[in-house]
């Protein structure tokens, strides 16, 4: 009998890109759709998806317009369609607003500020992925980063 592929069902995460609150600051995230292909939705819905090493990136369009791009995301092919798989690491567009994507144009245009995924889900059935703002940390910043946070559960114990 045929084995079959775990499915991810309702508001369940895909992928999460642990290292991101780590080695940067998040100073604002949001909500992005992504359009993909019917075989790259499937792929996503039986997991295996990475988001780790992409990045956003807002380029200017065909028609003079801005528009938002995923780079370096995985996705795994899809092992049961045949032909109409697409590259694994493709770019991908983002859905936005325009609004937000003038706000992020204004953000990211300053110093040190980049654009990466922290989150990629499905919510009603659409995927979505949560973009942030960010801005790298300094080695210092990562140590006294987590002696903040030990301290602070120190104290939690403490009060329990």
Known sequence: MKKKLPKLLGNETVAANRRARHDYEIADSLEAGLVLTGSEVKSLRTGGAQIAE?????????????????????????????????????????????AQINKLIGQSAQKGYTLIPLKLYFSEGRAKLEIGLAKGRATHDKRRAIADREMKRDLAREVR
């Open 54 to 98: 992409a990045y956003a990136s807002i380029d200017t369009g065909r028609s003079g317009t801005s528009e938002a791009w995923i780079y370096g995301m995985y996705i795994p092919p899809y092992k049961p369609a045949t032909y109409n798989n697409v590259d694994s690491r493709r770019k991908r567009k983002l859905l936005l607003h325009r």
